[in-house]
């Protein structure tokens, strides 16, 4: 019974996952897009939790779903009416080629996966209820992998040097 | 572990990914591209924690979290491009945009 609820779980997560991804897609205004993808990213937080992930669900809605979001909002926000992103334009051969590279990437995938079903893929390893919770996310990257914590936190300094950097108007070009 | 196996997830993050690129490569909006780019690394992070779980190994969850942060450090850098664009009256369009000089 409990394994039918997180198939349930499973497909709804997924299915609201794809759905939102295909609204950010296709939606004219940014807006709306934006949106959307707060819902995939917490669809894909449901399916972290079913992986034992869940301090990257939280962190995943906290960072991603709050903080980066809102900020995509602001922008969108800021620059009203100019944001609008309409479909029309474009060269057919272009918008063909797109499509088939996305569906090769796609049938890729799929024959691989194909190929390597049964063996490894149905076997999962056995882990505790501790697997994933921040204690020991927390201390694996403080041991294991501390050179990638520290080139991370440089990373997004850069970054937000260089977001102010970009959003800062120098006066010759205040009456552009 | 209860529920889908580990070869479903990866269905699922091949399709958003696929869903992904397909944006990148179509919408013009460079507002829409990072959406869709966020989706493209969301499909990636999917797949490594998907096989984290599988290995019961934590060392793909910890590279999930590094993709993560610099999702976050390329939204900030991309935003500012195009607050920057609109700034200069630049048309909102990638593929007016092909010379890097100002």
Redesign the interface.
């Known amino acids: 019974m409990?394994?039918v609820l997180?198939?349930v779980?499973?497909f709804v997560a997924?299915g609201a996952?794809?759905g939102t991804?295909?609204a950010?897609?296709s939606l004219t205004n940014?807006f709306y897009?934006?949106l959307a993808?707060i819902g995939?990213?917490a669809s894909?937080a449901v399916?972290?939790l079913?992986?034992?992930?869940e301090?990257?669900a939280a962190?995943?809605v906290l960072?991603?779903a709050g903080?980066?979001m809102v900020?995509?909002l602001f922008?969108?926000a800021?620059?009203g009416g100019?944001?609008?992103?309409p479909w029309a334009?474009?060269p057919p051969l272009?918008?063909a080629?797109?499509?088939v590279?996305?569906?090769a990437?796609?049938v890729e995938?799929?024959v691989v996966?194909g190929l390597?079903?049964g063996d490894?893929?149905?076997s999962?390893?056995?882990?505790s209820t501790s697997?994933?919770s921040p204690a020991?996310?927390g201390e694996?990257?403080l041991t294991?992998?501390l050179l990638?914590f520290e080139i991370?936190s440089i990373?997004?300094l850069?970054?937000?040097v260089?977001?102010v950097?970009?959003?800062t108007?120098r006066e010759k070009?205040e009456g552009? | 572990m209860a529920g889908p196996d580990v070869g479903w997830y990866l269905i699922v993050s091949a399709i958003l990914f696929g869903i992904g690129a397909l944006g990148v490569m179509l919408r013009r909006s460079p507002l829409v591209v990072l959406l869709s780019l966020e989706i493209m690394l969301n499909a990636a992070n999917l797949i490594l924690i998907a096989f984290s779980r599988q290995q019961g190994n934590l060392d793909g969850q910890i590279f999930a979290l590094a993709v993560m942060a610099v999702a976050a450090a390329e939204v900030a850098i991309g935003l500012g491009l195009i607050v920057a664009m609109a700034r200069r009256r630049l048309a909102l369009d990638v593929d007016q945009a092909d010379a890097l000089r100002g």
Do not use: K
Not at chain 1, 50 to 53: G, H, K, P, R
Not at chain 1, 82 to 85: K, L, P, Y
């Open positions: 409990g394994n997180v198939w779980i499973w997924a996952c794809l991804g295909v950010v897609v940014p897009s934006a993808l995939n990213l894909l399916l972290f079913l992986l034992s992930a301090f990257l962190a995943q960072v991603y903080a980066v900020m995509f922008v969108v800021y620059l100019r944001a609008d992103a334009g474009g272009l918008r080629a797109a499509i590279a996305a569906a990437l796609l995938v799929v996966l390597a079903w490894e893929l149905t999962p390893a056995d882990v697997f994933g020991e996310i694996i990257f294991d992998h990638a991370t990373v997004l850069v970054a937000a260089g977001g950097v970009l959003g108007t070009e552009a």
